[in-house]
């Protein structure tokens, strides 16, 4: 029997559910094992390798045919259901069940999960939890396997794209701004939470970086900035549905923002530098600006105990 991973628990957001199911995709591919993922159920439709799978199945199932939303949110329930009875089950090395679980103060990375389990009898692995993290090679060797069943569909690729070609024509160098205040109010004491004068000192940093090549800025923002942030700067906002912003910043030439699963994915996924502002006083330079060489959003364990 194949062995099979199951994400049997929603983390987060969309850039968390996406940061989620590449490590694992990455688990799969590098293991040939099989990936069940039906915590992505409201997601699925935005995605290529997704949108006609019942349970986030990888590799696919060529002949499956688009569930109904009720359908998914029957699936996800029971799953839950399942994964609650698997956890007494998984204490008897013999039921061939096991269960991991990933907490903010506890991270795990998959190959030493695999190398835990491997001398045990299992056919599937229940997880739970966010920070399941697979290795940088693993990326370098299935990297575009992943962004390839994680795209979004050509329609959302398509209305995001005429957008970010129109502001290109206007500027040199086009810089995506995820401007996220709302829930960063509180996300790890508010550590990261910056007013929208401090976005707009780093983007006018970014702009003397650049001099004398023009700037745009694309902002992605959960709040009104509009007479905030312009300041003879070119500013232009994001597509703002969730999907949209997420194709645009991937489409960027450079992206700024807090720490976020949901700005690392765009990087990751579009290959393009990002610098994840966790000190605002610290002036930028060009080498500010990484490639991830795996999806993340910046996020270390002590961070936990902050809130």
């Known amino acids: 029997m194949q062995k099979t991973i199951i994400i049997s628990k929603k983390t987060g957001r969309l850039g968390n559910r996406l940061q989620l199911y590449a490590h694992w995709l990455a688990f799969a591919l590098e293991k040939e094992v099989r990936l069940l993922n039906p915590a992505f159920a409201e997601y699925s439709l935005f995605f290529q390798g997704t949108a006609d799978q019942r349970w986030g199945k990888f590799p696919k199932d060529p002949e499956a045919v688009s569930p109904s939303e009720a359908s998914r949110d029957w699936i996800y329930w029971s799953n839950r259901a399942a994964?609650?009875?698997?956890?007494?089950?998984?204490?008897?090395?013999?039921?061939?069940?096991?269960?991991?679980?990933?907490q903010s103060s506890k991270f795990i990375q998959t190959d030493s999960l695999w190398n835990e389990f491997i001398q045990e009898s299992w056919n599937i692995l229940f997880t739970q939890g966010l920070h399941f993290y697979s290795p940088g090679e693993w990326f370098v060797r299935h990297g575009d396997t992943i962004r390839s069943f994680l795209a979004?569909?050509?329609?959302?690729?398509?209305?995001?794209?005429?957008?970010?070609?129109?502001?290109?024509?206007?500027a040199d160098v086009l810089v995506g701004v995820h401007l996220r205040q709302t829930d960063y109010q509180e996300?790890?004491?508010?550590?990261?939470?910056?007013?929208l004068n401090q976005y707009l000192m780093k983007m006018l940093e970014i702009r003397e970086l650049y001099h004398p090549r023009s700037c745009a800025f694309l902002?992605?923002?959960?709040v009104s900035w509009e007479g905030s942030l312009e300041q003879d700067l070119q500013c232009f906002s994001g597509p703002g549905?969730?999907?949209?912003?997420?194709?645009?910043?991937?489409k960027c030439d450079l992206i700024?923002?807090?720490?976020?699963?949901?700005?690392?994915?765009?990087?990751?996924?579009?290959?393009?530098?990002?610098?994840?502002?966790?000190?605002p006083t610290i002036s930028l330079a060009l080498d500010s600006f990484q490639i991830l060489p795996y999806p993340h959003g910046a996020f270390r364990e002590e961070y936990a105990s902050l809130g």
């Open 256 to 279: 700024l923002g807090p720490p976020s699963t949901f700005s690392g994915w765009a990087a990751w996924y579009g290959k393009v530098p990002i610098h994840f502002l966790e000190n």
């Open 219 to 222: 902002i992605c923002s959960d």
């Open 241 to 250: 549905t969730v999907i949209g912003d997420l194709i645009a910043l991937s």
């Open 187 to 195: 996300f790890v004491g508010g550590r990261f939470f910056y007013s």
């Open 152 to 170: 979004p569909l050509n329609g959302y690729q398509e209305k995001a794209t005429q957008l970010v070609t129109q502001i290109k024509s206007r």
């Open 83 to 102: 994964y609650k009875l698997a956890k007494p089950l998984a204490i008897s090395k013999n039921a061939g069940l096991r269960v991991a679980k990933a």
